[in-house]
């Protein structure tokens, strides 16, 4: 099997993830600032939610690129990723909703580190289906974002329950860091076409 399908249904996936976010924001009953005030929260959250999708979303189209060809590993790795991205809009809302309580971002934090370990887990599906002329090897390099990401994370989660503010400072630095779609993939891409 080609990727195509395997795109077009993560891509499904991830568009269903970003309208359960959207819908579990409740619009307020009141018409006054201070009613929208309250949302704050959790719209800050579903913002940077939304960034973390569209990330994920944007690189994943990239990694799919250099996938000729789609077995039983790809299938079940990309399968444990979108798991993980699922669960997005329960504790993006949690988190919003308990004003960035210690817990929920501590969730938080582990659930963007499990969607991390898939992601590298996918990436090393496709790698040792390619075998050791690897495109996707080849434009990883170092990979210096996928390997510091991670231990982020898990530094956001550990500070979490003393100073939730430096957690949420963390979650949004390594967005910030992925912000700029990775064009090594796409680099590589080119130079081969």
């Known amino acids: 099997m080609g990727s195509n399908r395997l795109e077009a249904f993560s891509d499904g996936v991830l568009a269903i993830i970003i309208t359960i976010m959207v819908l579990e924001m409740k619009v307020p009953h009141e018409p006054s ?3 929208l005030w309250a ?9 940077l939610s939304f960034i973390y999708v569209g ?18 590993r790809i299938l079940w790795a990309n399968l444990h990723l979108l ?14 909703e ?28 496709i790698m ?9 090897r080849s434009a990883l390099g170092r990979d210096w974002k996928g390997k510091i990401s991670p231990l982020l994370y898990l530094a956001a989660v550990a500070v979490a329950f003393y100073a939730t503010w430096l957690a949420q400072i963390i979650f949004a630095v ?20």
């Open 39 to 47: 949302l704050a929260p959790v719209f800050l959250s579903y913002i």
């Open 174 to 193: 390594v967005a910030l860091i992925w912000l700029v779609p990775d064009k090594r993939i796409e680099r590589f891409i080119q130079k081969g076409a």
């Open 55 to 72: 990330i994920y979303w944007n690189n994943h189209h990239h990694l799919l690129q250099t996938c000729k060809v789609v077995n039983g």
């Open 83 to 96: 798991f993980w991205l699922s669960l997005f809009p329960f504790v993006t809302g949690w988190m919003g």
């Open 128 to 136: 040792a289906t390619q075998g050791e002329t690897s495109a996707l």
């Open 98 to 125: 308990n004003h960035f309580a210690p817990l929920p971002s501590a969730l938080y934090g582990l659930v963007l580190f499990a969607a991390a370990l898939a992601y590298w887990i996918l990436q090393q599906a």
């Open 33 to 35: 600032f201070a009613a």
